[in-house]
């Protein structure tokens, strides 16, 4: 457990807000800042907390080209391969992370000519370095640009949720609560849930979850704008006095969170759609008040835990193919109409053309990512999986 031992959000601590906070992680395509949320010691202790749930989905963020907010460029997935580690990036090109030795040979004169695969001039260097630090003369003699093919699927590996990817999912929800009613966001009646957050308390035995998966028959939300959208749903009803926040990443993992008994509350629920792949304002935020009726005022936790894997791998299932179709989109972007346009040139040339344009396609690798999902379940800290909880997919490998 990661905790939170200073102050949080200005409505405990006595130090006033002020220092800059996404409202969503930066590191997920949060674009939005907010100054009146967190004071300076609130943002900094939370950044441990924020790092988790970005590492967790560091694998998606690289293949759709995600880029965090305070980056020049998105940084790719890592992933593995039977030929060593790679990176991907959003147009699916593999790129190797090292220097690799392909083959070798021994000549008569006792020296032996290596071919090398390297991806860029500092890979050659470094991997040169390393051979005289071994006494090993290099001489270059022939350089040519190759391409990757990959004999095997690559394995892509990644966990979800558990406790403290829970507790950043319920930090989320309060920013924007705290966003939209920075009066409720000050209620006394939220203490308990902010120090679920916090980490400094555990939810007790007889007590409902603060955060859980979503069930299977919960209520369907809007359909995001957005091609990966993130959504997150703020609900108050006076009546019961209870306020709830549903939580959608990347239009897949969905996550109901219980902020608990608040007074004067007003009747709204409100619909945030968050695009991580905008690059600045306003398009990277929608803001849609919901008219009454169209989600319930109040919902509660299942009183028994649900078994989520074949929920969870159903919905990793569709993400992947929209991961696919999007790859093969901005790899091919333009590709159709260099095609149509060789219909003019005579035959011997057209030949030349497509080769070179379908040249660059050829170590394509879009079809071969196959990867094998960790996915935590984020029970409470009194409840364990069983060990022996896993299922097993022809498209994804093992789940566990």
């Not at 299977?216 to 609900?235: K, N, R, W």
């Not at 996915?375 to 409470?380: R, T, V």
Request: with cysteine.
């Amino acid at each position: 457990m990661v905790p939170i031992t200073d102050c949080i959000y200005f409505y405990y601590c006595r130090t006033a807000a002020g220092s800059k906070e996404h409202s969503f992680p930066a590191g997920l395509g949060g674009r939005r800042m907010n100054k009146g949320i967190l004071c300076e010691a609130c943002n900094n202790g939370f950044s441990e907390l924020d790092g988790l749930l970005v590492r967790q989905l560091d694998l998606i963020n690289g293949l759709i080209g995600v880029r965090p907010d305070h980056a020049d460029s998105p940084k790719p997935a890592r992933v593995t391969s039977a030929l060593g580690p790679l990176t991907m990036d959003q147009r699916g090109q593999p790129a190797f992370t090292a220097a690799r030795v392909l083959a070798g040979e021994h000549l008569a004169d006792g020296s032996i000519r290596m071919s090398v695969g390297v991806e860029n001039q500092k890979q050659l260097q470094d991997w040169i370095e390393q051979m005289r630090g071994q006494g090993i003369g290099i001489k270059l003699v022939d350089r040519r640009p190759a391409q990757i093919f990959l004999p095997t699927p690559l394995e892509g590996r990644w966990a979800f949720g558990g406790n403290d990817g829970f507790r950043e999912i319920g930090r989320i929800a309060i920013n924007f609560l705290a966003t939209r009613w920075p009066g409720v966001a000050r209620d006394e009646g939220l203490r308990p849930f902010k120090e679920f957050v916090r980490g400094v308390r555990t939810i007790g035995a007889d007590e409902p979850r603060a955060v859980w998966y979503a069930p299977t028959d919960a209520f369907p939300l809007p359909e995001s704008p957005f091609a990966f959208g993130h959504q997150v749903l703020v609900v108050l009803d006076p009546v019961s006095g209870e306020a709830y926040a549903r939580v959608r990443l990347f239009s897949a993992f969905d996550v109901f969170v219980g902020f608990g008994r608040l007074s004067k509350l007003p009747s709204e629920a409100v619909l945030f759609d968050i695009d991580p792949l905008a690059e600045r304002p306003p398009d990277d935020l929608r803001v849609t008040g919901l008219p009454p009726g169209r989600v319930p005022a109040v919902t509660h936790p299942p009183t028994a835990y649900e078994d989520m894997n074949e929920r969870l791998t159903l919905q990793v299932q569709s993400l992947f193919a929209r991961v696919e179709d999007r790859q093969w989109k901005v790899r091919t972007e333009g590709l159709l109409d260099a095609v149509n346009a060789t219909r003019e040139l005579p035959v011997r040339e057209r030949r030349d053309r497509l080769a070179e344009l379908l040249q660059p396609h050829l170590g394509s690798i879009l079809h071969l990512i196959r990867p094998a999902v960790r996915l935590h379940l984020g029970l409470q800290p009194q409840e364990r999986a069983p060990a022996d909880r896993h299922v097993e997919h022809p498209a994804l490998g093992r789940v566990a």
